[in-house]
C-alpha cells in the first residue's frame, strides 16, 4: 500500500519541509489512511504505510543532519554511527499515532557527533508531536543494559536499521543474538511471563473484559508480542512465518494468529484514529462505533455490538491459548522429568502415563487415543479425577485433530458414559469442562458451545461472555458444596450431581437467538438428553431445570413466600425434593456466576426461606422450621449476645414474644447478633421517636441501616428512608420492609457508600442515622436535603438506548395485596422517586422487594390503599400505573448522566 498516488514526494517533502509544512503533510496523510482504512484496507496496510513514512522521515533527517554538523559528523554518520529502530517501531508494527523507539549506536571515534545527530533528529520529531523513546548507546552499553534491564534488552532484539553504516549495525547484531539473545533463554522466559502475569492484574485477568485493552489485556497484542519474543529467544525465529516454515509454530495456529494479529491490528488503528492519539481502550462507546464501521446490525435477538464483541472475543481467546500453549513448549524439560522419561512409566487404563504434574499419552499410543472419542473423554475424566494437567503438546495436538472429526462420532453411549462420569466427579469438574472447552472438544459433546463461545452480553452488570459464565457457574456449584451453610448441606444431600452440573452448564446456551433463552434452552436441553440417552425421569428433570432455571430467583427476590398463592403453584412445579435441592443450588451458582459479589448473603437467606418454606409441600413431612422449640433456641441465642448492648434486649421469653411477630426470612437471614441490636432498639423506643441501629459488615463490605420506629410517625417512613440515602449518595442493595402487627415498624437497608473504599468512618454512619431521625420526625424534608446534596455522576453509562419503563399491576398472586412490579433504567435516587409517587398515591407499602436485573431496577411492591384494601378498581389501577411511569420517566429524562446504584443481577 503507498501513502498517495506516489509517495516518494510526499517522503521527500517531509524530509525537507519546515515544520508547519512537515506537520500540515503529516495530517493529510493520516486523513488518507483513515479513510483507507474505513473504506476497507488491512491494519497490515495501514502500519506498513505509517512505517514507511516514519522510516523516510528519519532517514531524511538523519543524513541532513549529518550534512549540517559538518564534514566529520558527515563522515562519522557514515562510518561510525547508525540509526536504529527498535521495539514496535522496529516491528515495522506502527499504529497511526504510537510512539517511536530509535537508539542511535555509534562507535567510540564517533562519542562526540553522536549525541549531535541525536538532538538534530529528534527535535524536528518532537516539534511534530511524535513521542519518541531515544538513546544513544554504544553495543558494549547494549550489551550491559541488556543484562540488567529486561524492557531494554526485549526492545532490541527486534532492533531494525535504518541509516547511517550497516557494518556497524552487522556487528551489533550478531554480539547481541550471541552475548543476549543466545543466553540466558529459560530465565528471560520467565521473566517476561511474570512480567505478563503483572500486566494482566493491571490491565484485566480475562479476556472477557467489558472494555478491554487491546494491547495490553490478555489476549490483547502483547500475547502475540511475548510469543514472538519467546521463539526468537528459543529459536532465533524472527516472525510468525518463520516459526511456520521451520515447523516449530503448527499450521493451524499460525493461521489462528495471523488473523487475530490482522483484526487486533485493524481495531487499534480505528482506535487510534478515532481519537486522534494513541487510544488503546475498547470502550463501549467504540465498541458501538466499530460495530457499524465493521457493517454489524442488530438483529432482534443479537446486537449488532455483541457479534462485533464476539468476534472480538473469539480472535483473542485464540491467541491467548495459543500463546501459552507456545510458551509452555518452549520451557525446558527439568532434569528430573528428562530422568523421569528414561524411566519405565506405569500406564494408567492402558493407554495413559502420569508424568509429574501432567497426564499425557505415549508416543507409540497416541493415535489411537486420537481416533478414540471415548479414550479422548477417559483422558480428561482421568486428569479431572486424579487433579492433572493433560502435556501441552499433547492438547495441541488434539486440538488440531478435532477440527478433522465430526461431531457424530461423539454420538455414541460409550462417549455419553464418560461424559456423564465427567460431569458426576469428584474432582475438578468445572476445570475439566474448560480445559474441554479450549481443546475444542467440549462443543462436540454439545455443539451449540460452538455457537456461544465468546458472545458476550452487552449490559453493565453481566462481567462474563455466556460460555465463560456457564463455566463459572458449574465451578460455583462445585464450590457451594463445599461451603458451611444451608445451601452447601443441600448440595451434599444431592444424589445426581451429574444432572445438576449439566443443568448448570445448559441454562443460558439458549442465548443468542430471536426466541426467549429459557425455551430455547428447553429445546437444547431436550436434544441433549436424547443424545445422552436419558431416561424418562431423568430427561423431565433435566428439561425443567433449564427451562425453569429463573423461576427460583424470580419467586425468591420478587414475590412473598408466606403466601399460598404463591408457594403452592411454585411447590407443584418442582414436585420433588430432589429437582427442588438442585433447583437451589443451580439457582446460587448461576448469580454467582454473574459477576463478584452478586451473590449476596440477603439474596442466599431469601433463596433460603423460599426452599424451607417449599420443602414441607414436596416432602409430605411436618414443617419444624417455625416451631417453639426452634424459636426457644434462637431467643437464648439473642440473649446471649445482648449483654453489654444498652437496655439489654430482655428476658428469654419477651425475646421469644417478640421473635413471634417478625416473619421467618428475617429470623432465617438475621444474625442473633443485629437480632439483638434491633430487639434492644424496640425496648427502648418510645413514642414519637425514631432509633437507627447503624452496622458495617466486613466480610460483604456494607452498610447496614435498620428504622425502628412506630408506623404512626409520619406517613411514607419508607419513601423518606429511601430519599435520605438517595441525597447521602449511598447506593442501595437490598430493602427490607417489616410493620408489625403492633405497629412497630423495623425496615431494614442494606447499602454500599462509595465515597469510601473500605469502612466509612463511624462519624459518616452516625450522621446519616441522625439525618434519617430528623427527615423522620419532621425536622427537615428530603427536597431540601436533595437541594443541598447534588452529587457528580460516579459511574459512566453504556451507550445503549434508554429501556422503556414498565409498571405492572398484579392482583391475582396475593388474596391481601396487590403487587406492583416496576421495570426502569437504573439511576441514584430512583427507589425515592418510585416510593414517593407510591405514597402519593396514596398507597401503604407493606413488604417490598429491591434489585437490580442487568442494567434495570426490577422492584416490587405489596401494597394496599392506605385503608388496607387491595386496588380492586381497574381504572385506579390504570391511574396508578400511569402515574408512577410518568414520575419515573421525567426523572430519567432530567438525570441522563446520574449514577447508577451498584446492586447486582438477582439472576442471568
Not at 517522503?11 to 474505513?38: F, I, M, P
Not at 554504544?138 to 535504518?162: G, K, N, Q
Not at 458449574?474 to 448440595?491: C, D, H, Q, T, W
Request: charged residues 25%.
Amino acid at each position: 500500500m503507498t501513502l498517495t498516488s506516489d509517495s516518494r514526494p510526499t517522503v521527500g517533502l517531509l524530509r525537507e519541509a519546515d515544520t508547519e509544512t512537515a506537520s500540515a503533510v503529516l495530517t493529510e496523510q493520516r486523513q488518507v489512511l483513515c479513510r483507507r482504512l474505513q473504506g476497507g484496507a488491512s491494519g497490515a496496510e495501514v502500519m506498513a504505510a505509517l512505517t514507511e513514512l516514519v522510516d523516510g522521515l528519519l532517514v531524511g533527517r538523519y543524513k541532513n543532519a549529518a550534512r549540517r554538523i559538518g564534514e566529520d559528523a558527515l563522515v562519522a554518520g557514515s562510518q561510525h554511527c547508525c540509526l536504529v529502530a527498535l521495539g514496535g517501531y522496529g516491528r515495522r508494527e506502527l499504529s497511526p499515532y504510537s510512539d517511536i523507539d530509535v537508539m542511535f549506536l555509534y562507535r567510540e571515534e564517533a562519542v562526540e557527533v553522536a549525541p549531535a545527530l541525536s538532538r538534530e533528529v529528534l527535535h524536528h520529531l518532537w516539534d511534530l508531536g511524535f513521542q519518541v523513546g531515544h538513546s544513544v548507546r554504544t553495543i558494549h552499553d547494549c550489551v550491559e543494559l541488556a543484562a540488567t534491564d529486561l524492557t531494554i534488552r526485549t526492545s532490541m532484539m527486534e532492533a531494525r536499521f535504518l541509516a547511517g553504516s550497516p557494518q556497524l549495525f552487522q556487528e551489533f547484531h550478531r554480539r547481541y543474538f550471541r552475548h543476549v539473545v543466545g543466553r540466558g533463554t529459560d530465565r528471560f522466559i520467565e521473566q517476561k511471563m511474570e512480567e505478563r502475569r503483572r500486566e494482566y492484574e493491571k490491565f484485566g485477568e480475562t479476556v472477557y473484559l467489558l472494555e478491554p485493552n487491546v494491547k495490553k489485556s490478555k489476549g490483547g497484542l502483547r500475547d502475540l508480542h511475548v510469543l514472538q519474543w519467546v521463539g526468537l529467544a528459543r529459536y532465533q525465529a524472527a516472525t510468525l512465518q518463520d516459526l511456520a516454515d521451520r515447523g516449530i509454530l503448527s499450521r493451524q495456529d499460525f493461521l489462528a494468529l495471523t488473523e487475530a494479529r490482522e483484526f487486533l491490528w485493524r481495531v487499534r488503528a480505528f482506535l487510534h484514529f478515532g481519537a486522534g492519539m494513541a487510544q488503546e481502550i475498547l470502550s463501549f462507546d467504540e465498541q458501538v462505533r466499530l460495530a457499524s464501521l465493521y457493517g454489524f446490525q442488530d438483529r432482534p435477538h443479537l446486537l449488532a455490538v455483541e457479534q462485533f464483541m464476539q468476534q472480538y472475543y473469539r480472535h483473542t481467546m485464540g491467541l491467548h491459548e495459543a500463546c501459552v500453549r507456545f510458551v509452555d513448549r518452549c520451557r525446558s524439560i527439568p532434569v528430573w522429568r528428562r530422568i523421569a522419561r528414561l524411566l519405565p512409566a506405569s500406564k494408567v487404563d492402558g493407554c495413559f502415563v502420569v508424568a509429574g504434574p501432567s497426564l499425557t499419552v505415549p508416543d507409540e499410543l497416541r493415535n489411537r487415543v486420537l481416533e478414540s472419542p471415548e479414550l479422548l473423554l477417559r483422558l480428561f475424566e482421568l486428569a479431572g479425577a486424579k487433579r492433572l494437567k493433560i502435556d501441552t503438546e499433547l492438547l495441541d495436538e488434539i486440538h488440531r485433530h478435532l477440527g478433522a472429526v465430526s461431531d457424530e462420532a461423539f454420538r455414541t453411549s460409550a462417549v455419553s458414559r464418560v461424559f456423564l462420569k465427567i460431569l458426576a466427579g469428584p474432582g475438578d469438574v468445572a476445570g475439566t469442562l474448560e480445559a474441554m472447552h479450549r481443546a475444542h472438544l467440549l462443543e462436540k459433546l454439545v455443539p451449540v458451545f460452538a455457537t456461544v463461545r465468546g458472545l458476550m452480553q452487552f449490559n453493565q452488570y453481566h462481567k462474563y461472555t455466556v460460555d465463560e459464565h456457564s463455566l463459572l457457574a458449574v465451578a460455583k456449584a462445585e464450590a457451594l458444596g463445599r461451603e458451611p451453610g444451608m445451601i452447601g448441606e443441600v448440595s451434599q444431600e444431592i444424589r445426581r450431581k451429574d444432572l445438576l452440573h449439566l443443568a448448570v452448564l445448559l441454562h443460558d446456551l439458549g442465548k443468542g437467538h430471536e426466541q426467549d433463552h429459557s425455551e430455547v434452552g428447553k429445546t437444547i436441553a431436550e436434544d441433549m438428553a436424547l443424545r445422552l440417552g436419558l431416561d424418562e425421569q431423568d430427561t423431565r428433570t433435566l428439561v425443567f431445570l433449564v427451562h425453569q432455571h429463573l423461576l427460583m430467583a424470580h419467586t425468591a427476590f420478587r414475590r412473598d413466600p408466606y403466601d399460598d398463592k404463591v408457594l403452592f403453584p411454585f411447590a407443584r412445579a418442582v414436585a420433588t425434593p430432589e429437582v427442588l435441592r438442585k433447583l437451589l443450588v443451580l439457582t446460587a451458582a448461576d448469580i454467582a456466576a454473574v459477576g463478584p459479589g452478586v451473590l449476596t448473603k440477603w439474596k442466599e437467606a431469601l433463596l433460603v426461606e423460599l426452599y424451607l418454606r417449599t420443602l414441607p409441600e414436596v416432602s409430605g413431612e411436618r414443617d419444624a422450621t417455625v416451631g417453639p422449640e426452634r424459636l426457644a433456641k434462637l431467643a437464648g441465642e439473642v440473649v446471649r449476645e445482648a449483654v453489654g448492648l444498652d437496655g439489654g434486649a430482655g428476658d428469654s421469653s419477651w425475646i421469644e414474644s417478640q421473635l413471634g411477630q417478625f416473619p421467618l426470612r428475617y429470623l432465617h437471614g438475621t444474625s442473633p447478633k443485629r437480632i439483638a441490636a434491633h430487639l434492644s432498639a424496640v425496648r427502648r423506643l418510645k413514642a414519637g421517636e425514631a432509633l437507627v441501629e447503624e452496622h458495617f459488615n466486613e466480610t460483604l463490605g456494607m452498610c447496614e441501616y435498620t428504622v425502628v420506629t412506630f408506623n404512626d410517625l409520619t406517613p411514607g417512613i419508607f419513601s423518606k428512608i429511601a430519599g435520605v440515602m438517595a441525597a447521602q449518595g449511598l447506593q442501595i442493595l437490598d430493602a427490607q420492609i417489616i410493620t408489625r402487627n403492633d405497629g412497630i415498624v423495623v425496615d431494614t437497608f442494606q447499602v454500599v457508600d462509595p465515597d469510601y473504599a473500605g469502612t466509612p468512618p463511624p462519624e459518616r454512619r452516625a450522621g446519616t442515622a441522625r439525618t434519617i431521625v430528623r427527615i423522620l420526625k419532621g425536622e427537615d424534608t428530603v427536597e431540601n436535603l436533595m437541594g443541598r446534596s447534588y452529587r457528580l455522576p460516579t459511574v459512566r453509562r453504556m451507550p445503549a438506548k434508554r429501556q422503556s419503563t414498565e409498571v405492572q399491576i398484579d392482583n391475582e398472586t396475593s388474596d391481601r395485596f396487590t403487587i406492583l412490579d416496576v421495570f426502569a433504567d437504573d439511576r441514584q435516587g430512583l427507589l425515592y422517586v418510585i416510593t414517593h409517587a407510591i405514597f402519593a398515591l396514596g398507597l401503604s407499602v407493606h413488604a417490598a422487594r429491591i434489585s437490580t436485573r442487568l442494567d434495570q431496577v426490577a422492584d416490587v411492591f405489596y401494597v394496599t390503599e392506605f385503608h388496607g384494601a387491595k386496588i380492586d378498581d381497574p381504572a385506579r389501577a390504570d391511574a396508578i400505573r400511569s402515574a408512577i411511569k410518568r414520575d419515573i420517566d421525567r426523572f430519567l429524562e432530567e438525570n441522563v448522566d446520574a449514577p447508577m446504584s451498584v446492586s447486582t443481577s438477582a439472576s442471568s
